[in-house]
């Protein structure tokens, strides 16, 4: 597999960590010493909303400062426009990414409605921005060692 492939497959990696809410999986992508910081990209500028420090920090973080997903509901994070680049151990992605929250409604006691038919429920995206990571290859492989992740909408950390 490519340095690419193997960093593409790591950012996939960490958006299924985040919608499952899955701090120890996350904290496995990251050097031990890892950092991650929050932004918002607001009319004045970048705002640095909050800073990670450690894979355990940024695993207590993943696990309990987001909020839990809602019976029948859960959060897809998406990336797009990925900008690959790599020196040597050294890598990074700039990618843009939405996240959309999913809400099923509940199937009625006495079943659907007659003519009911195709997925029940809510998809509306909440958030938007862009993810920034910094890699370095080890003996284990690639793994994270810098996260900027710069929000769209103001975002309360």
């Given at each position: 597999?490519?340095?690419?492939?193997?960093?593409?497959?790591?950012?996939?990696?960490?958006?299924?960590?985040?919608?499952?809410?899955?701090?120890?999986?996350?904290?496995?992508?990251?050097?031990?010493?890892?950092?991650?910081?929050?932004?918002?990209?607001?009319?004045?500028?970048?705002?640095?909303?909050?800073?990670?420090?450690?894979?355990?920090?940024i695993a207590a973080a993943m696990t309990?400062?987001?909020?839990?997903?809602?019976?029948?509901?859960?959060?897809?994070?998406?990336?797009?426009?990925?900008?690959?680049?790599?020196?040597?151990?050294?890598?990074?992605?700039?990618?843009?990414?939405?996240?959309?929250?999913?809400?099923?409604?509940?199937?009625?006691?006495?079943?659907?409605?007659?003519?009911t038919f195709g997925a029940q429920g809510?998809?509306?995206?909440?958030?938007?921005?862009?993810?920034?990571?910094?890699?370095?290859r080890t003996d284990g492989g690639w793994?994270?060692?810098?996260?900027?992740?710069?929000?769209?909408?103001?975002?309360?950390?």
């Amino acid at each position: 597999m490519s340095a690419e492939s193997e960093i593409r497959e790591i950012i996939s990696r960490y958006t299924r960590a985040a919608d499952s809410r899955d701090g120890e999986a996350l904290a496995k992508l990251c050097e031990a010493d890892a950092v991650v910081e929050i932004y918002y990209r607001g009319p004045d500028g970048m705002e640095l909303l909050g800073t990670l420090s450690g894979g355990e920090q940024i695993a207590a973080a993943m696990t309990t400062a987001m909020a839990p997903h809602p019976p029948l509901g859960w959060s897809h994070h998406t990336t797009y426009d990925h900008l690959v680049s790599v020196d040597g151990d050294e890598a990074g992605i700039d990618t843009q990414f939405i996240t959309f929250d999913v809400v099923g409604t509940t199937k009625p006691e006495a079943g659907w409605p007659v003519g009911t038919f195709g997925a029940q429920g809510t998809i509306k995206p909440i958030e938007s921005g862009y993810y920034r990571f910094a890699f370095r290859r080890t003996d284990g492989g690639w793994r994270i060692r810098h996260l900027d992740v710069i929000h769209d909408i103001p975002y309360v950390f």
